[in-house]
């Protein structure tokens, strides 16, 4: 059964690094998302992205953070100057018939 | 706007005793309603989903979720918890906009212990 599929699957950077978070959907899905999970806090949702474009994006996506799908395959979250509150498990997802399938995640750690 | 309230952070059962686990939603549009799992150090695994088709879904591992539109309510069941049942729990809503990216609103979580 297809999967999505995230790397890396744990991240250690120091504050004002930039990093880059890969995900591969599955590959016929049209919608993708990110979503981070802060440590003991819910699932938020980032960003939604269709067409080559953002289709929604949630307060906590700023300036920071960008998106884009840089080939057929692959779909890119990145944080330009990471601060030590993106800390989080970063997730994936993309989207069949109104169903988001999750990718395992990226833990990220600013230190 | 959506959310999801889920009324028990944690609950405890025994193993091969029935599971309820309680969420309400408040959605403007007609939403799809979801349950994802997540096991220790694990990602989201999707249980089942209401789309609006029928009103009692059934989902993987023996779990299913009754959409009762007048209560608002989507709460998992199960008839008797297993051991691996043991993770947290996410009722999820989606408002259905038509073109639109349908983001996924989560409920804070309940965390499923099940003894033996």
């Known amino acids: 059964e297809p999967e999505v599929t995230q790397t890396p699957s744990h991240q250690v950077t120091q504050m004002g690094q930039e990093v880059i978070l890969r995900c591969v959907p599955i590959s016929n899905h049209l919608y993708f998302y990110w979503y981070r999970q802060i440590l003991g806090q819910k699932v938020e949702f980032l960003v939604s992205f269709y067409n080559n474009e953002i289709s929604e994006k949630s307060e906590i996506f700023d300036d920071q953070f960008s998106v884009e799908r840089p080939d057929g395959s692959n779909f890119t979250l990145k944080i330009r100057s990471t601060k030590l509150e993106d800390s989080a498990m970063y997730f994936c997802?993309?989207?069949?018939?109104?169903?988001?399938?999750f990718g395992p995640g990226t833990r990220l750690l600013v230190l | 706007a959506q959310s999801v309230t889920q009324l028990d952070s944690h609950v405890s059962v025994s193993e091969g005793t029935p599971v309820l686990l309680r969420c309400n939603y408040s959605?403007?549009?007609?939403?799809?309603l979801f349950w994802y799992v997540q096991h220790p150090n694990k990602g989201l695994q999707l249980l089942l989903k209401?789309?609006?088709?029928?009103?009692l879904v059934k989902g993987i591992n023996g779990f299913e979720a009754e959409f009762k539109k007048s209560e608002t309510s989507f709460h998992l069941t199960k008839p008797s918890a297993h051991m691996s049942d043991a993770a947290e729990y996410f009722c999820?809503?989606?408002?259905?906009?038509?073109?639109?990216?349908?983001?996924?609103?989560f409920g804070t979580g309940t965390q499923l212990k099940v003894e033996l």
């Open positions: 997802a993309s989207k069949y018939q109104e169903t988001q399938y």
């Open positions: 209401y789309t609006s088709a029928a009103t």
């Open positions: 959605s403007s549009y007609s939403p799809s």
């Open positions: 999820v809503v989606s408002d259905q906009l038509t073109g639109g990216g349908n983001k996924l609103t």
